[in-house]
């Protein structure tokens, strides 16, 4: 059992350029998480995902996007980067019987992003 | 306003003292749940326990313990006899039942030799 992966691990952007984080778990969980986590600042939720083809926004949605075409995978895209996106992202699965975020989420290592 | 406040941002022990990390939360909603998340300098987010607000009960696990009290809104969490190995930023969460999970900031807590 794998978990939760991420991919890639680091990635420096160019201000405007776009890219996709994939974020994969083999536990079967219905609901997926995006964070970010800036120093002092905690982490704060991106968007999220209830099952297969559906997403919803988190706290900070605003410069991203996501998709969730397959049970086990949830993309983060960022059309157009900007250096306040500097961050490190993570992403979670839970099982979450009922309503979400209830339950303990399962984090994925991380994937440090620099905006320059 | 839902709100975390994980007002220690860092603490320094030296091994085998105990500590205590201070969790105090704000929400409106009379069913949430509360979590602690430790992240070791590896990186990786690990789950701790997870209470809901129904369940006012002190839990132990080792020389871990949490104390969630209502009345005060906090959810503290203790370390009995710390070690090296438990330096690390520990985060607190709330989920409220009709809003989305609110991570504090964080304590990064050292544990000196």
């Known amino acids: 059992n794998a978990g939760v992966t991420q991919t890639p691990k680091f990635r420096v952007l160019k201000t405007g350029q776009s890219m996709t984080l994939l974020c994969a778990q083999d536990?079967?969980?219905?609901?997926m998480y995006w964070y970010r986590q800036d120093p002092g600042m905690g982490l704060r939720l991106i968007h999220y995902?209830?099952?297969?083809?559906?997403?919803a926004k988190g706290e900070v949605p605003d410069g991203y996007n996501v998709s969730r075409l397959k049970k086990q995978n949830f993309l983060l895209g960022l059309e157009s980067a900007a250096p306040s996106q500097t961050s490190v992202y993570f992403c979670?699965?839970?099982?979450?019987?009922?309503?979400?975020?209830?339950?303990?989420?399962?984090f994925g290592p991380g994937t440090r992003l620099t905006v320059t | 306003a839902q709100k975390v406040t994980q007002a220690q941002t860092e603490i320094s022990v030296v091994e085998k003292e105990d500590v205590t990390l201070d969790c105090v939360y704000e929400?409106?909603?009379?069913?949430?749940?509360l979590f602690w998340y430790k992240q070791p300098p590896s990186g990786e987010l690990v789950f701790l326990i997870r209470?809901?607000?129904?369940?006012?009960q002190n839990e132990i696990s080792g020389r871990y313990s949490w104390n969630f009290q209502k009345s005060t809104s906090s959810f503290n969490f203790t370390i009995t006899a710390s070690q090296v190995v438990d330096s690390a930023v520990y985060f607190c969460a709330l989920s409220p039942w009709n809003d989305k999970i609110i991570f504090g900031k964080g304590t990064r807590l050292h544990i000196l030799p």
């Open positions: 929400t409106r909603d009379t069913t949430y749940y």
């Open positions: 536990m079967n969980h219905e609901y």
């Open positions: 979670a699965s839970s099982l979450d019987p009922g309503q979400p975020m209830t339950y303990e989420q399962y």
């Open positions: 995902s209830v099952g297969e083809g559906t997403t």
């Open positions: 209470r809901n607000s129904f369940d006012e």
